[in-house]
Nanobody, 121 residues
Framework: QVQLVESGGGLVQAGGSLTLSCAAS????????MAWHRQAPGKQRELVAR???????VYADSVKGRFTISRDNEGNTVFLQMNSLKPEDTAVYYC???????????????WGEGTQVTISS
C-alpha cells in the first residue's frame, strides 16, 4: 500500500507564509507527478500546483508568483511553499501522487487525507 502523509497546515495572518510537506511511503517502483490540490468550503477541489519527475511545474493562475512546488532528491516528498497568503487561500490542501506500484502496470493516483490551511484577514 501507498500512503501520502501531509503536514504543515495551520492558521496564519494574511501576508504570511506556510510550507506544506507530503511524504510518500510504502512499496512502489516510482512516483511520477506529484501535486497539491485544495478545496474550500462549498467549492470544488482545484489543482494548485503540479510537479513532474522532470521537475517541470504547473501552477494555478491564482497562486502564480506566490506559491512554489518542489520535490526532494529522491522524488518521494513534495513541498508547497506558500507566500503572501490571502484569505481566499483558505482551504483543505490535499497531496496527490501518481504512483507506479509495479513496472508492468500504469501509475495510479493516490491522495493524502488533507491538511487545513486557514488565512485570517
Amino acid at each position: 500500500q501507498v500512503q501520502l502523509v501531509e503536514s504543515g497546515g495551520g492558521l496564519v495572518q494574511a501576508g504570511g507564509s506556510l510550507t506544506l510537506s507530503c511524504a510518500a511511503s510504502g512499496t512502489f517502483v516510482r512516483i511520477n507527478a506529484m501535486a497539491w490540490h485544495r478545496q474550500a468550503p462549498g467549492k470544488q477541489r482545484e489543482l494548485v500546483a503540479r510537479i513532474g519527475r522532470d521537475r517541470i511545474t504547473v501552477y494555478a493562475d491564482s497562486v502564480k508568483g506566490r506559491f512554489t512546488i518542489s520535490r526532494d532528491n529522491e522524488g518521494n516528498t513534495v513541498f508547497l511553499q506558500m507566500n503572501s497568503l490571502k484569505p481566499e487561500d483558505t482551504a483543505v490542501y490535499y497531496c496527490n501522487a501518481a504512483v507506479q506500484i509495479v513496472p508492468w502496470r500504469d501509475a495510479k493516483d493516490y491522495w493524502g487525507e488533507g491538511t487545513q490551511v486557514t488565512i485570517s484577514s
